[in-house]
């Protein structure tokens, strides 16, 4: 019996063939195994991050560094005395001065252990055995001398296991052509910094025998220190201007910078004599310099002094190579002497940051493609009649 118009037909559904329904099985399988990958991987890269110190963490820790060093060194420091009236301008100062230190201190160490452990991954086994060693026992000393006055003997230690902690990452970092800059930075900034602390420790012994000859050869190894400290300030400034398009143009503002503020604060006008900035701004370069004095102008110290914190707050914001920026600020900062735990922690953290740059995947260079309407060089034409 024929259906009638008014009776619904059914549908029949297409019979599957076996080579389908297996194709489709496949399918299934593979998209129930794409979401599961893709969960690991999530999961391993949100671990990561959590761990892995970030560009954000390093730049919070560069910034209270900077502030410290202005702040704590140079400010709170050159304010009692410059002026009348300024009871509760200087007592604000030196409050913000020590938070700025303690922060520091605290991020930086953090931000320290979680760096060591985003460069476990370095094939080089003597910069991982002496990374472990020196920032165990590196930065305990660190947090205990955020709270109390540390012995000349326990500074000696700080400054052995920061300079040994950034010859031993100076090596990976020369290797590597992207982090190529930070180890060399690395390296000046260490043996500067070693030269330097030893000169200190020197005078130190020198004043308490009296020994004049001794002081004069502890003042001729600040001396060379110094020299370091110029060299490193220079090879960082000439790697800041070839970041950016206008970088020499920003260099040159800079040093011109530099040095109107030394001639502000050395022009004519006696640290202990004189008022207004000129007698503040004295005062505040003279708490930046350390000592013994070497034989040169203090007009030089004090302007490597002021260049060096200015080119280390430009290299800070510098994206590529990823971690060389930081490493290079960091440097700057670390270049006074491995004896001050502020100065040796940032000298740990540049050790860090050149070593992660060093184990930065370098991205492929893009080949330049044939224009559009012209063959290639060896592009074969076929033949017409």
């Given at each position: ?19 389908e ?23 391993h ?37 410059s ?12 409050q913000l001065a ?24 370095s ?36 400054v ?39 000169g ?72 202990a ?19 013994p ?14 260049y ?20 290079v600020c ?23 940051c050149?070593?992660r ?12 493609s ?16």
């Amino acid at each position: 019996m024929n259906p009638s118009p008014a009776d619904p037909i059914e549908t029949v559904a297409p019979i599957e063939t076996k080579a389908e329904a297996a194709s489709s099985e496949l399918q299934s399988e593979r998209s129930a195994v794409v979401p599961a990958a893709l969960a690991r991987a999530s999961g391993h890269r949100a671990t990561s991050v959590r761990v892995v110190a970030t560009r954000f963490d390093l730049i919070v820790v560069g910034v209270a560094a900077l502030v410290a060093s202005v702040v704590g060194r140079a400010l709170a420091p050159a304010l009692p005395g410059s002026s009348a009236g300024i009871g509760s301008l200087i007592s604000g100062v030196e409050q913000l001065a020590s938070f700025a230190t303690q922060f520091m201190a605290v991020m930086g160490v953090s931000t320290c252990v979680r760096l060591l452990l985003s460069t476990l991954d370095s094939p080089s086994r003597s910069f991982r055995s002496i990374a472990i060693l020196s920032s165990a026992a590196g930065l305990p000393i660190v947090i205990s001398a955020s709270s109390r006055h540390l012995s000349t003997a326990w500074l000696i230690a700080l400054v052995a296991l920061s300079a040994a902690l950034g010859i031993a990452a100076a090596r990976p970092a020369l290797r590597a052509a992207q982090s190529r800059a930070a180890g060399l930075m690395l390296l000046t900034v260490t043996l500067g910094s070693m030269v330097s602390a030893f000169g200190r420790v020197l005078a130190l012994y020198a004043s308490q025998q009296v020994e004049a000859e001794l002081f004069g050869l502890a003042r001729g190894i600040a001396t060379a220190g110094l020299l370091l400290d110029v060299l490193s300030v220079l090879l960082a400034a000439a790697w800041v201007a070839r970041r950016w398009r206008f970088g020499a143009g920003l260099v040159a503002g800079l040093a011109s910078l530099a040095a109107l503020v030394v001639w502000v604060g050395s022009h004519g006008v006696d640290p202990a004599d004189g008022e207004g900035w000129g007698r503040f701004t004295a005062r505040a370069l003279l708490s930046l310099t350390a000592h013994p004095d070497p034989f040169v102008d203090s007009g030089l110290r004090y302007f490597v002094e002021i260049y060096a914190l200015l080119v280390a707050s430009v290299a800070l914001w510098s994206r590529r190579p990823p971690g060389v920026g930081e490493a290079v600020c960091f440097a700057l900062l670390a270049r006074v002497s491995g004896d001050v735990p502020s100065c040796a922690l940032m000298l740990m953290l540049a050790s860090f940051c050149a070593v992660r740059a060093s184990l930065e995947p370098v991205r492929p260079r893009k080949e330049a493609s044939p224009g559009v309407g012209r063959r290639a060089s060896l592009e074969v034409v076929p033949a017409t009649r």
